[in-house]
């Protein structure tokens, strides 16, 4: 997963790309299974490709949004991370609790590696998967300060571990030294925990009636204190998660919408 810093320059605001890394201490809540089949109760899966070598070494996280789709960040489904430089499908894998083939790789266009803007992508499976419900997407961005969950499987080897955090404004993030990107992003500051390595492309759900809502996916994360890699477990006052809206409201949203039928 990637990791920005930015530097508000003394007499220019400019941002200023600094650094690629992901840190965080996820919290110990482990995702439940279901009762029978053994099936993840979430709409979320391992996403892997280059012999399960991903984001630096490790595997990224997606979302099924319909039985035969699932959505993940763009920079996971790039060879080494690079814009430019895609994995054939047949080289991605998306694991539920068996793998399941890619036979397409979509990319949003615009998307920007510095801002992590548009870091977006789908990827559409061989077969359906029948054992999960989707996840609904959400109709709109939650405001600040709501709370969400966000998940992935960068934080264990066991399973899918998530963390409680909280929406925050650009504004409230830009009140120190580090200028944030502005665009179709979502700020959050940790509650209990965060994203993690591994985590690139996992969902961040609003709980509506005992159905999770997808909001966002995870880009990446930065100190708001030092603009640069950020230590969540010594200093989580000062971590801030930054993920790409993906909801109805959002460009995203509407790139979602073009490929997936129905949505």
Known sequence: ???????RSLSVALIVFVAWAMTGQASALMVPRAATGGSPVLPVARVEADHGLLDRGLTCTGTLIAPTWVVTAQH???IGRRPGRPYRPQDVKVH??????????????GYDPASMVNDVALL???????AVTPARI??????????AQVYGFGASATGL????????????????????????????????GGSTPGDSGGPMLHWQQDRPLLQTITAGAADRTTCGTPRLEAHPESWVGIYNRVDRASSAGSFLALHVPGL
């Open 1 to 7: 997963m990637p990791k920005l810093g930015w530097s």
């Open 76 to 78: 996971c489904t790039n």
């Open 96 to 109: 539920f609790d068996e793998p399941v083939r890619v036979v397409a790789v979509h990319q949003m266009p």
């Open 124 to 130: 559409q499976l061989a077969a359906p998967v029948t």
């Open 138 to 147: 959400a109709t709109g961005p939650l405001p600040s300060p709501t709370g």
């Open 161 to 192: 571990h998530t963390a409680d955090v909280r929406v925050t404004s650009r504004a409230a993030v830009n009140d120190g030294p580090c200028l944030f990107p502005a665009g179709p992003l979502t700020f959050v500051q940790s509650v209990h």
